[in-house]
């Protein structure tokens, strides 16, 4: 198995930015959470994956947002090493569980998907372009905007 060092550090950047979002912090309130000094500009080239961050940052950052350092990992490795190219991995159970009006047809369909899935353990689907597109096509939105959805979910 080989590594992307740019594709995983751009992930990492991507999860620790949900992780932040998802508490409705600003980079500033996180620095706030933080142990040590970290500038905004620091945090900010971590969350696009320009910058490398020691073991030691990344154990800080997580514990900050109350995220344990091998979840936030476990999920930069499914992502790296799981997603073909081309290709989008959702959890069904999070579009069903999503609010936003748009995507009703999709949480429609993510529903039934669950129902009828042969293993009710595993909600997880790759989706390819072409479907993200019809999807987008019902939820009457861009490819872009519902796949961007579909990432922070």
Request: aromatic fraction near 4%; charge should be positive.
């Amino acid at each position: 198995m080989r590594i992307n060092g740019d594709t995983y550090q751009r992930i990492l950047g991507e999860e620790l930015r949900k992780l932040r979002r998802k508490r409705g912090w600003t980079r500033k309130e996180l620095n706030e959470h933080l142990q040590s000094e970290i500038s905004l500009q620091t945090l900010a080239t971590y969350e696009l994956g320009t910058r490398q961050c020691s073991v030691v940052r990344l154990v800080e950052l997580c514990v900050a947002m109350d995220e344990l350092p091998q979840d936030l990992l476990a999920k930069v490795h499914r992502r790296v090493f799981t997603d073909e190219p081309g290709r989008l991995r959702i959890d069904l159970a999070k579009v069903v569980a999503d609010r936003q009006p748009e995507l009703v047809p999709l949480r429609r369909w993510a529903q039934d998907r669950l129902r009828t899935h042969p293993d009710p353990g595993s909600g997880d689907v790759q989706l390819d372009a072409s479907a993200i597109e019809r999807m987008a096509e019902l939820c009457g939105i861009t490819a872009a905007d519902l796949a961007a959805r579909l990432r922070d979910m």
